[in-house]
């Protein structure tokens, strides 16, 4: 199936990286020398989407859409200085692929990674499969091959939904969304169980395939609950299980590259020590 748009949550205050993002955003943090985000859209580049929808927040100054775009003070000092060659490091806008910022409402009030996703969809009016990846953590392919493109071969022509899982020693399930899996279907997410009542040690990585009727039953979710900032997030996981249990399939995909997740210190190092081969 060939996907031609992505959707990439990034708003929120990334508190887990605090005190750094007070003034970096999360998916700002450098890997390597390039910024994390720009590992997610490098991957949907690969897997051949040209159109992709970037969530960010209402803040006066977006590092992420600045980063996007082109800097002429900058090129016209590299090339005043003689470092004319650097012009094409400063490059980082993606020939052939539309990138949309899209500016989330009310991103401190209605919080969680389901509704940037319904956000979009309605304002843009998509009516098609498309990927949705969360933009502070990915997969990394040192063979520079694509996890979501193997994602989308995967369904190939069919309508049905799919998701990207890795594996995590049994003893770490605590931490994470644990997928039930029966022959390649996605039977089940269960949020941090313990160890003895995990039916696996594959998690949800939040890497995504979205039918459009997996993303209308996202929309309706969000504009059906009202909940306050302190009671419940607007979970995607929520209407990922909605969706199964109403006869629908989603296809589980474990992904050949290494899961690389810059939210937290300690993964955030670890990606760099895998970028820069030293792990």
Request: hydrophobic share 35%; with cysteine; proline share 5%.
């Amino acid at each position: 199936m060939q996907i031609k748009k992505a959707i990439i949550p990034v708003a929120g205050w990334g508190t887990r990286r605090l005190p750094i993002t007070k003034t970096i955003e999360k998916a700002m943090l450098p890997i390597g020398n390039r910024p994390l985000v720009d590992y997610v859209v490098e991957d949907c580049v690969k897997a051949g989407i040209s159109e992709i929808y970037i969530v960010i927040d209402e803040k006066p100054f977006s590092q992420i859409k600045n980063y996007y775009e082109e800097n002429a003070q900058l090129n016209n000092y590299l090339i005043a200085r003689g470092k004319g060659d650097r012009v094409a490091l400063a490059k980082t806008d993606r020939e052939g692929v539309t990138l949309h910022f899209y500016c989330q409402k009310n991103v401190d009030s209605r919080y969680g990674s389901a509704e940037p996703v319904a956000q979009v969809v309605e304002e843009f009016g998509i009516n098609e499969s498309v990927a949705v990846l969360m933009g502070d953590d990915f997969s990394y392919n040192a063979d520079g091959s694509s996890d979501i493109a193997r994602l989308a071969e995967l369904i190939n022509d069919k309508n049905d939904s799919a998701m990207l899982a890795t594996e995590v020693p049994m003893e770490a399930v605590e931490k994470y969304g644990i997928l039930k899996v029966d022959d390649g279907i996605l039977s089940g997410i269960y949020e941090k169980p313990k160890r003895e009542e995990a039916p696996s040690n594959l998690i949800n990585i939040s890497k995504y395939i979205m039918s459009p009727s997996l993303l209308k039953r996202v929309v309706n979710y969000c504009r059906s609950h009202d909940f306050g900032p302190k009671d419940q997030e607007y979970l995607i996981t929520d209407p990922i299980i909605d969706h199964i249990k109403a006869g629908e399939k989603i296809h589980v995909m474990p992904i050949r590259g290494e899961y690389l997740d810059g939210g937290s210190l300690e993964g955030w190092l670890h990606a760099n020590n895998v970028i820069f081969g030293t792990k």
